[in-house]
């Protein structure tokens, strides 16, 4: 149980509606995220809780509706704009670059962070170095706390799927991300694997402060996890609140398990 | 042994520089699928830039020194193609992003003539020479092991040190720098790379860019061996078979591939020329991507690609 006193408000969706042509993937969902909690988006499968997602990262445009990190409206703007503003994001179906080592793939992740252009790296300039060499620092303490250093310079393809996820984790970890946004980081996984992801996911939230969006299936692991909980149906929203409140709401029950007629 | 090896060298040679055109091939092919049709466009572009700088800098300036009009005009010619490269970019790429590939295609196509017009438009459409003083003389090595030992031209030993040393220095660049990680995450998974920050539109073109000095080392030794002229876009066609053997992803794989052709052709003409009526240097490496298509369809090391159904 993350037991700590939530802040402001850091990120806020207001109004949001998102169509594809005629289908209607969200519809007006309001809804806050304070400074260092963890929030839970949860919802049957086609509830839009990726369309949620996507939206906060700029992959989709929503048609209406705005949304606020501290405060500064982003419309129209584009995952790399998102990503440069402080959202950093981990996906349901791995996106890691497979070929390259774990160390290289959270290395990626700094890459906002470099200052030094392309020659001083390609000429190796003293500043290059030394740029490299303290990002490597910080990523190097990332492989520690994600405790996957015996991996380091196996391809990513080669590990194990639950490892994956970690490096997944790392990746993000590692642009220091205001919110952190996790899309079902618990899929797949064995119990032990589950375990594992989420200690990794309260340290996180714990050691660095970081506020984390997580969107998931298994609702057992989202009581424990989130401080408040979201939850989407058909692209509405049907409940908002801490898990024992959402977990007494009629209608979550009858969207989960069916309602009785 | 000693004709055997001889030819074996000079294929070596050869291929090394149709790695060095199929390099281009691969490097844009990977980072934004775009299969560019204009590399061998780029490599006359760039021939024809640098030996009209190279022809213009000592009446410009009065420097008479081979190497500094050489070197001057290399620069000039690098600056070109990245200039080249930003407005493809901005022009023509930029605005056809998640558009299908054939038509990402048939955008280079339209690039190709326009750079082969533009080119001679620009610089001219006589024969020039690139002299990048190499020594023209052939010498014998190993005298002492074989009977008349093997002759190597000195020029083609040269170039393939030079293409060698490019390829080494592209592949620091992409292992050891931050921008080369950057380009290697765009190359294995788009979305991936976008949401962690990196500025795609920025990777394109550094990607054109090195794609384009590429072209610009090619276009400089082919140049100064045959001569700058309109066939050296033709050059390019010899890369195709190239990057069928050795896969349209695979760096690797146009190195390898660029030299299997390269040596194939030089043995298929000595050893299979006489039996077939000659002539097979001109086809063997169509026909050798024929047969690859057939067996291995994406190439000694392309990924394979499989669909979910």
Redesign the interface.
């Known amino acids: 149980m993350a037991g700590r006193a939530a802040g402001d408000v850091i990120l806020d969706v207001r109004n949001i509606s998102l169509r594809f042509g005629g289908v209607k993937a969200l519809t007006d969902i309001t809804f806050d995220v304070r400074e260092h909690e963890i929030r839970a988006i949860i919802g049957p499968n086609g509830a839009g809780k990726s369309s949620m997602l996507n939206c906060i990262?700029g992959?989709y445009q929503p048609q209406e509706g705005s949304i606020h990190l501290r405060g500064r409206a982003f419309r129209h703007m584009?995952?790399?704009q998102v990503?440069?503003m402080g959202v950093?994001?981990t996906?349901q179906n791995l996106?890691?670059?497979?070929?390259?080592s774990v160390l290289?793939?959270i290395?990626?992740?700094?890459?906002?962070k470099?200052r030094?252009n392309?020659l001083q790296?390609?000429l190796?300039w003293g500043a290059?170095e030394r740029?490299?060499t303290a990002?490597r620092k910080v990523v190097e303490g990332i492989i520690d706390f994600l405790e996957i250093q015996a991996y380091r310079k196996t391809p990513v393809g080669k590990m194990p799927y639950g490892l994956q996820k970690r490096v997944d984790l790392g990746?993000?970890l590692a642009?220091e991300p205001q919110v952190l946004l996790l899309d079902e980081p618990m899929a797949g996984m064995n119990v032990e694997e589950k375990q594992d992801m989420s200690r990794f996911i309260l340290d996180v939230n714990d050691e660095f402060g970081t506020t984390i969006v997580l969107i998931e299936h298994d609702m057992g692991v989202v009581m424990d996890l989130s401080d408040r909980v979201v939850v989407l149906d058909y692209g509405r929203k049907i409940g908002d609140g801490s898990p024992e409140e959402v977990r007494a709401n009629p209608d979550v029950i009858s969207a989960y398990l069916g309602t009785v007629h | 042994m000693g004709p055997f090896l001889e030819t074996l060298l000079g294929g070596l040679m050869v291929g090394m520089l149709y790695s060095l055109i199929a390099l281009g091939f691969v490097l844009i092919y990977k980072a934004s699928g775009v299969f560019n049709f204009a590399q061998g466009a780029m490599v006359l572009f760039a021939a024809l830039a640098m030996a009209r700088f190279a022809e213009w800098i000592p009446k410009l300036t009065g420097l008479n020194n081979k190497l500094i009009d050489n070197t001057i005009a290399f620069a000039g010619a690098v600056l070109v193609m990245i200039v080249l490269a930003w407005l493809i970019q901005k022009l023509v790429l930029g605005r056809l992003v998640n558009q299908d590939g054939i038509t990402l295609l048939m955008a280079t196509i339209g690039i190709t003539y326009f750079l082969e017009g533009s080119g001679q438009t620009l610089f001219g459409n006589d024969i020039y020479k690139i002299d990048l003083g190499m020594p023209k003389d052939p010498v014998f090595i190993f005298e002492k092991t074989f009977d008349g030992g093997i002759l190597v031209n000195k020029e083609d030993l040269y170039a393939a040190l030079i293409a060698a040393v490019l390829v080494a220095l592209l592949a620091l660049f992409f292992q050891k720098t931050g921008t080369g990680r950057a380009l290697r995450a765009v190359a294995d998974d788009h979305q991936a790379a976008q949401s962690i920050g990196i500025p795609l539109d920025r990777i394109w073109v550094i990607v054109w860019s090195v794609a384009g000095i590429v072209a610009l080392v090619a276009g400089a030794i082919w140049g100064s061996k045959l001569g700058v002229q309109f066939s050296l876009s033709l050059v390019a066609l010899k890369a195709l078979p190239v990057v069928i053997l050795g896969g349209l992803t695979s760096i690797p794989g146009a190195i390898i591939g660029g030299l299997i052709i390269g040596v194939g052709e030089k043995l298929s003409e000595i050893y299979l020329g006489p039996h077939l009526g000659g002539g097979i240097e001109i086809w063997f490496a169509y026909v050798l991507a024929l047969a690859f298509l057939l067996v291995r369809p994406q190439g000694l090391f392309g990924e394979k690609i499989i669909d979910r159904v």
């Open positions: 990262n992959v584009n995952p790399r990503a440069e950093a994001r996906f996106a890691l670059f497979k070929g390259m290289d793939n290395m990626t992740g700094r890459n906002l470099m030094t392309i790296q390609a190796r290059a740029e490299e990002h990746r993000a642009m």
